[in-house]
Nanobody, 126 residues
């Protein structure tokens, strides 16, 4: 069983920055995908950014490329999502999730994922 706990959400003005964190109960996870997903009211949950624990490969949705950065700190059992140049359309509940990948399996950043955190609200508004 893998448990994930997000933190760091909040209210930020357009153009601002925010970093959300995800503490993973079992770390390091070999051959897992760990990702950040978001869901805005009335919209489907979408994959924002994901990272493979086996080879470090990453994925970014087109809407966040160049603005968001995913990273991990094995010593702190934590995966981060640094969000810069935030826009109102980035407003959503952000979820951390983990899913076993298996050796040589390419990273995917779309549901279903097996394990989910409770989510943290990010609001971009002036």
């Amino acid at each position: 069983q893998v448990q994930l706990v997000e933190s760091g959400g909040g209210l930020v003005q357009p153009g601002g920055s925010l970093r959300v964190s995800c503490v993973v109960s079992r770390f390091p996870l070999d051959y897992y995908a760990i990702g950040w997903f978001r869901q805005a009211p009335g919209k489907e949950r979408e994959g924002v950014s994901c990272i493979s624990t086996s080879d470090g490969s990453t994925y970014y949705a087109d809407s966040v490329k160049g603005r968001f950065t995913i990273s991990r700190d094995n010593a702190k059992n934590t995966v981060y999502l640094q969000m810069n140049s935030l826009k109102p359309e980035d407003t959503a509940v952000y979820y951390c999730a983990a899913d076993p990948l298996g050796p040589s399996v390419p990273l995917r950043c779309y549901t279903p994922y097996d394990y989910w955190g409770q989510g943290t609200q990010v609001t971009v508004s002036s």
